[in-house]
């Protein structure tokens, strides 16, 4: 097995070991940009019309997610994902690459509650910001059993998913030998200026991005 480019820091290290995980558990390869919208049916899962999603998440409380992953649920044993078609594509892409994220790695599950005011209930859904790092989702099920969230296992979901969708050599390509700025880097990979920026930072290239565009 080829040795794997990495990056130099622990924590970007960390993030593109486990992005290169979820991507061999999708059998895709390790440097590979991944597609969440193509690698769907492999989990399995599918996207739900979010109009199903009661009027409060559409309108009251449009601004305090991103995307809902439910769980296995027929026959068939799909998983349900539902994004906030309030946001841009960029955003969509990246929320439902981290609900695959949460899939693959099996992380744990929250309720989602909408109160009779229309406000989501607290401490259920976890808080939207327009920036990285995490746009926010929530996981609900069908049964009684749903556990506590993690803003912990949220931001590590948001990671990795960054990192598949924008993967280590790419990155490092785009900013160390072509001097490319953010604009031009989320334009190529479908994603918005301020989840590379994210990236960059993470992964320990803010010093050399600054170097070319201070």
């Not at 895709?28 to 969440?36: E, L, Y």
């Not at 050599?169 to 989840?195: G, W």
């Amino acid at each position: 097995m080829p040795s794997l480019f990495l990056p130099f820091s622990a924590n970007g290290k960390a993030t593109e070991l486990a992005a290169i995980e979820v991507k061999r558990r999708l059998g895709i390869g390790a440097t590979a940009v991944v597609d969440p919208f193509a690698v769907l049916p492999t989990i399995p899962a599918r996207l739900i019309d979010a109009s199903m999603l009661t009027s409060a998440m559409l309108s009251t409380c449009a601004a305090e997610w991103s995307g809902i992953g439910f769980g296995r649920i027929g026959a068939a044993g799909e998983e349900l994902i539902a994004l906030n078609p309030t946001h841009t594509e960029a955003r969509q892409r990246v929320t439902l690459m981290e609900e695959i994220v949460h899939i693959v790695l099996d992380h744990p599950k929250t309720t989602l509650t909408v109160r009779t005011d229309g406000a989501l209930a607290a401490n259920l859904i976890s808080v939207t910001s327009a920036q990285p790092p995490s746009p926010t989702r929530a996981r609900s099920t069908s049964t009684s059993s749903a556990r506590t969230y993690s803003a912990t296992v949220e931001d590590d979901a948001f990671n990795i998913g960054a990192a598949c969708v924008l993967p280590w050599p790419e990155l490092y390509n785009a900013v160390h030998r072509r001097h490319e700025d953010t604009v031009t880097i989320a334009q190529r990979f479908m994603v918005s200026a301020e989840l590379v920026a994210f990236r960059i930072n993470r992964a320990g290239l803010a010093r050399v991005y600054k170097k070319h565009h201070p």
